[in-house]
């Protein structure tokens, strides 16, 4: 259209100015001339799941304030032109998500200028445009940004792996001492000679959070505690998934002890979604039904300190984990034993004392003091100058 | 019993009506006490003041009604600061229980002390869906598949707000506004595949596990609990004049009102913290003589 | 001719997740060791899935939407919906029961089954009439919203708020002196909470000559503060994430292998 218009009043520019006689060669001087873009390549970006191509060009240096770039596409063998976007100086790339996989494109770019008027007095300014070679957009095998992270993840396994074979033919690993899981039994039996029961409460979260996964596997260490001592259970949860998660932990775990006849459904029950409402209805139980034993053990919020300190003034024996470093400090305070962050997660392996879970705990511990000692190069590096150790663990 | 024993087993009664008392008496009788500002705040404020009239911001609301009291002063100030600045606001709440109804009722809040603000142009409502990680996973891609439509239904694709935006990469900073896990998400999912800034406003239990993200550099600035609120608001209110004269004259709650309160009960258990431990030491030296 | 359409992720997911399982119940019946092998060979697809698509971006397992992972993401909330009614009616068994048969503190069960049915009867109208549970189109709210705004938010802030109480007690029974690393504890704890907040400003109020002196101290106070939770805090803080963080890469890694199973109620020898 535009074209046209062009056109249509050069033409009656031309045609007038003949009429007029006005002498020719008093034409207002042409506009300054735009640059092209440099270096312009079109390509399927990497790394992603496709229907993305990947412009990338380089501003020209002679490239006048204000101006944008105008990428513009089209499907060979027809070539109309259709407007993808306006991208700013500076950027000096642009990714167009609206391609279709295996679909053939070119791009054109050019420099675009709002403000400068071209020959005809008309607003506006198009520079000379680039076209891409053609290109197709398809998804690929592999995120190149997350290499190192594959290399850190694959070394982890090995490590770990590793040490799981090694306890599997007979190798010995010490596992220093977890006060708060020595004190499972102990808390169990004072409940059972007192005559209450024994509260566990496997945090708030879904078996999505790998917390309450690691909740569940003490749970079926609790029970089967307290199927063979013939304590009572009570297990309130809020999410509905790990209420269902966790009575089959239980119900398994009083079959495999030999006595199903003690285990009941309402051991383990829900109460409610919300987090408030669920900690008043489990404070409300500490305190009417004082049970002797408080384990309070997953993923916790806000409620932490209030189920601490509700059970500490009932007199029960309180053991908690968690591995969210803001709620740790409030257990610390209020309870008599507290897992702290990776002792939660070696509970598991720690209770059943099963030489390849043990191992497991290995494993992780060599990964450990492989990424200290990774730390202490970098600190050493960065502090001569030396930014290497950030590079290699930047990841995206 | 002698008064080292009354002080070591003082009925948590006395200690429950101090409390009480502590955070009652500045409510009805303010005190007006300074704010101080710390460097995590200040970070955030200025990485706001470096932005340009224009500029697209996303705020999110991810906490509930249980901490409304130390988030919304934040997402308020912010949103002020965002609107005295002609930065365009996107909201939008992550958190199922009740984020949706505070961001209306903030939203509106604000939008009120702002007439001159068009909605669709200024700022957008896109009401809350469920899944946060999901959803962050496919800001990344295009925000229309993760908010099709804003709060009232209207489809976003048109709207002049995001003329040109298309992904969350496109913002200049996500401010998250929280309580729980969904802050963490931003950093850890938005901010480390998509490099979008992040600015987060957690309760002040929270606070202290961020230190670790601002020190690696994960965080641009923070706003730790109803301290940073008020912080926030005096550093709006040192460099805005009407922004200044609006929180000398505003009936809401804001963080700086809260904190006489706040400072209360910290002097009430900094006290029994000291009783405590002259019961204990006394006790110990008794226990030494004996 | 047109040529066949095959999702590949759709059909993956749909053996691994509904053929599998199937199958595995109706084997279960005639080899009871199966039950045990099925749910953890469910549970090493659905780990591995979305460690997969971190690092390989076909469309198959990772296109949003439509690959495996995202899809995954879709089903556990749909499974969680499905959970949530299960929940609903383990409340309403347990207590009918408790005030049928007149159990201790059957008045309690009383109130949670008649706020259940109120505010549920709400919601359920809500979605039925297409008034929804938020705002009416006057502006009015809906007996939902209102019961949101005037009964809910009240009793939730009001449970939150135990919290200050709750925090000032365990502070007086556990910040003692009663060794080393409890003192740390101790001062640390007091230096925080008094450069956090204006005190001394507080405790020179009644005095006016000491206002000077008290705001340069509280000014002092705060920048110790800061580099206590920029220093030490943080460094503490990164030591648990970082060693949390392996602590579960391990056992996400155990839970997907089937080598922790006690989550599953097996143990030893199961």
Redesign the interface.
Known sequence: MRWVIRHCLLAILVFASAASGAPSGTLTPPPPELPAPDQFVAKDRPGDSGKAILLTWKDPPSLPAGATFEARRAEPPAYEWTKVADVKAGVQRYVDATAKDGVVYRYELRVHHADLADTLGLAGTIGPAVVSDPVASHDNWIKPERMNSLVACVLFLVLLLGSIGMAGRGTQFFIRRIAGLNAVDEAIGRATELGRKVLYVPGILSPGDIQTVASLAILGHVARATARYGSDLDCPNRDPLTFTSARETVRSAYLAEGRPDLFREEMVNYITYDQFAYVAAVSGRMVRERPAANFLIGHFFAEALILAETGQSTGAIQIAGTADPAQLPFFVAACDYTLIGEELYAAGAYLSREPVLLGSIRGTDLAKAALLLLGLVGIVSATLGHDWAAALLKTQ | MSLIDRLFS?D?RW??L???LA?AVPILFP?G????T??STRAAFEYIESLHAGDIVWLSYDY??????ENDPMAEAFLRHCFVKDVRVVMCALYP??G??LMNASAARVAREFPEKKYGTDYVNLGYK??P??VM??LG??IA?AFPTDVNGTPIEGMPIFQ?I??IGQFKVVFTVA??LIGEYWITLVN??F?TPVIIGP?A??A??Y??F???GQLKGMLGGM?GAAEYEQLLARAYPAMSEFYHRTRLFTGTKG?DA?????????G??F???VA??LARRREGRA | MTGLHFDIGRVLLLVCFGIVPLVGIILGFFAPSLRRQLPLIVAFVAGIVPILSLYIPKAFLSAPGQGMSPRLDQYLIIVAGFALPLGVVNVIQLNTRKVGRGEKGWFFSLVLLIGLFVMGSFGVYGAFSGTGIGFLPNGAPTPFQWMTDWLFQPLQSTIFSLLAFFMASAAFRAFRARNVEATILLVAGVLVMAGRVPLFDLLAYPFPPLKPAAASLTQTMGHLTEWIMDGPNSAAQAGIIIGSALGAMAMAIRVILGIERSYLGLGKGD
Request: hydrophobic share 40%; net charge positive; charged share 15%.
């Open positions: 003082v948590r200690i429950f101090f409390v009480m955070v005190l006490l300074p704010v101080t710390t460097g509930g009604p249980s901490s409304a009291p229980l009740g949706l109804s469920d899944g990680e999901a996973r496919r891609e295009n598949d040109g298309r992904t309580t729980g480390a595949q490099g309760t239990v929270s202290p596990k230190y670790a601002l020190n690696s301290k904190m706040q400072t209360g009960i910290h002097a009430v258990i900094v029994f913290i009783l405590g431990n204990f030491l």
